[in-house]
């Protein structure tokens, strides 16, 4: 079974600084690309950091400079470094597994919203206050 645990969520001021964690268990980084997401209440679902298989990432322009990701293969963990928080950082963070191993497990279609249902566990949250 597909798990990505996520820890490291706080309250934090602007400026601060949080490392979340993600453990993943039931596939290995060969398999799939992980991602991080968050949702603020309000929005969509918003694809914030990747860590690919070939060890490429992706940031979103709002957070690029900023947030930094890592893969420790021997934890079987993805970070996400958040430095220079701003409040419009607040949001549950979560982190899934890439589209193509979803559907090779489930038979099911990604969308845009899955990550942010809780679809792998409850997220954390983010608190970043003015």
């Known amino acids: 079974e597909v798990q990505l645990v996520v820890s490291g969520g706080d309250s934090v001021q602007a400026g601060g600084s949080l490392r979340l964690s993600c453990i993943v268990s039931g596939f290995t980084f060969d398999d799939s690309d992980v991602g991080w997401y968050r949702q603020a209440p309000g929005n969509e679902c918003e694809l914030v950091s990747t860590f690919s298989s070939d060890g490429s990432t992706y940031y979103a322009d709002s957070v690029k400079g900023r947030f930094t990701i890592s893969q420790d293969n021997a934890k079987n963990a993805v970070y996400l470094q958040m430095n220079s928080l701003k409040p419009d950082d607040t949001a549950v963070y979560y982190c899934?597994?890439?589209?193509?191993?979803?559907?090779?497990?489930?038979?099911?279609?990604?969308?845009?919203?899955?990550?942010?249902?809780?679809?792998w566990g409850q997220g954390t949250q983010v608190t970043v206050s003015s």
């Open positions: 899934a597994p890439d589209a193509d191993l979803y559907h090779r497990r489930t038979g099911g279609s990604w969308f845009p919203s899955l990550p942010c249902l809780g679809r």
